[in-house]
């Protein structure tokens, strides 16, 4: 069964720095896919970024993007220039693309609550 | 475009209760799951389903029951409420594996 840890229950930074938050999985597969989600006090789900396990370039969106090491199992998501905004809890997820077993299975760490302070 | 709809927003049972909670959504995804989150945690799935008439147990299936007849409707059963069961409850759907989950507003539950 596929894990997702997030070791950090909460970080703060302070407007304009940059900030990591980790993510490790754990699974048995090759074919997958992981994203980072964001979840303000209004409680609704946003995606924020999204890696494609057979893909070793790590992906970007503006002043978000991952260091994705698929050896280690190894998922961070670095936020530059952080903003006021970007207060939220963030979740890790892992979701199997093989076909048959776990695929649609999409799981979720326990999340990183991230305070920025003006 | 509706995007994900849950209903009720709110709702309190009284121990041993039964109710359903609605999942809808206009987007034609096949993938649908829902979630629970207790205070402070992440989303535990309950149920998931990749397509009408297929359903699979998630990590946390006991006390809960799902159908998906639709490829638009995923209702979440509660038979026999219990304390433990309060939480907030998501409904989210999927095109793919490697999409966007687009998720509901959230159930907030409290059985007493």
């Known amino acids: 069964a596929q894990t997702v840890t997030q070791s950090q229950p909460e970080m703060s930074v302070q407007e304009a720095e940059t900030v990591t938050l980790s993510c490790t999985y754990d699974?048995?597969?090759?074919?997958?896919?992981l994203f980072w989600y964001k979840q303000p006090p209004s409680r609704q789900m946003i995606l924020v970024i999204r890696q494609e396990a057979y893909k070793q370039q790590n992906a970007t969106e503006n002043r978000f993007s991952v260091n994705f090491q698929k050896a280690a199992k190894s998922f961070s998501l670095k936020i530059s220039d952080s903003q006021l905004g970007d207060t939220a809890m963030y979740f890790c997820a892992f979701i199997s693309m093989n076909y048959g077993g776990s695929q649609g299975n999409l799981i979720f760490g326990k999340g990183t609550k991230l305070s920025v302070k003006p | 475009n509706a995007g994900v709809t849950q209903t009720p927003k709110f709702r309190i049972l009284k121990i041993g209760q039964s109710m359903t909670l609605q999942c809808a959504q206009d987007m034609n995804h096949n993938y649908m799951y829902w979630y629970r989150q207790d205070p402070g945690m992440g989303l535990k799935l309950i149920y998931y389903s990749v397509g009408a008439g297929i359903t699979d147990k998630g990590e946390v299936p006991n006390g809960y029951n799902v159908s998906r007849s639709t490829t638009e409707d995923f209702p979440l059963r509660l038979e026999l409420a219990a304390p433990s069961q309060t939480s907030v409850y998501f409904c989210?759907?999927?095109?793919?594996?490697?999409?966007?989950?687009?998720f509901g507003q959230g159930t907030r539950l409290t059985v007493v």
């Open positions: 989210a759907s999927s095109f793919n594996t490697n999409t966007e989950a687009f």
């Open positions: 699974t048995s597969e090759n074919n997958y896919y």
